[in-house]
């Protein structure tokens, strides 16, 4: 956002998490359109002239789809990484033995004696679009990386997760947690790549799947990450 003033963001959000029946609309416009390090400016300000904690004071206002999006882009993102690897090991509770590494304050959870399902397009959505030289020598998943998927995405990065966001979308139901990692994730990264070539693969936009798809304030915080349309 080119005229950044944390100050001025952070009294505006206090504003709308504290005003009567809470400004939905004034948190989203604030959360979407500062970058991932502006938030955290915002962030630390909020905090020290409030007296309080944003992540807080965002729970106590919001609800459900919205405050997962909201709380995801308040994390830095090696802790939203850590954050969906760790969640990604608990899709099936049974059987795991997880390990923590701190690498370049990365955080990576290594699933081990598997004997169970986890998800793993969560551990090749981070493992395989990250700087090569993070994970340099380091033998990360060794047996949870399925080939395919992983030549897929190396082949058309922002077409593999076009591919993701259409199947999260498509026939009944929505996958919000495909939508929320995808969108939150490569906000700053490729996602108006993956917008293009979306529009490219599929009859329609990823917008008009939104709008299709989700309703309300959790569907302006999705529209906001996508950019105009």
Known sequence: YPNFNASSDASVLQSGIESKGVDEDV???I???RSNEQRQK???????SSGK??????KSVLKSDLEDVALALLMPPAHFDAYLLRKATKVNQQGFTVSTLNLKN??????AETKGDIDVSTFIDILTTRNDATFCGCAVFKNCIDKKHYMKCAWNTPAFFAEK???AM???GTCEDTLMRILVSRSEIDLQKIVEEYRAMYENTV????LNDTKGHYQKILLGLCGPY
């Not at 904690?53 to 965002?58: A, D, H, I, M, T």
């Not at 917008?207 to 939104?210: L, R």
Request: hydrophobic share 55%.
């Open 27 to 29: 948190i989203i416009a």
């Open 31 to 33: 959360l979407v359109k």
């Open 42 to 48: 915002i962030k630390a300000v909020y905090e020290a």
């Open 53 to 58: 904690n944003l992540v807080k004071s965002l």
């Open 106 to 111: 990365l955080i990576l959870f290594e699933a």
């Open 165 to 167: 966001l259409h199947n």
């Open 170 to 172: 498509k026939g009944h």
């Open 207 to 210: 917008h008009e799947d939104i």
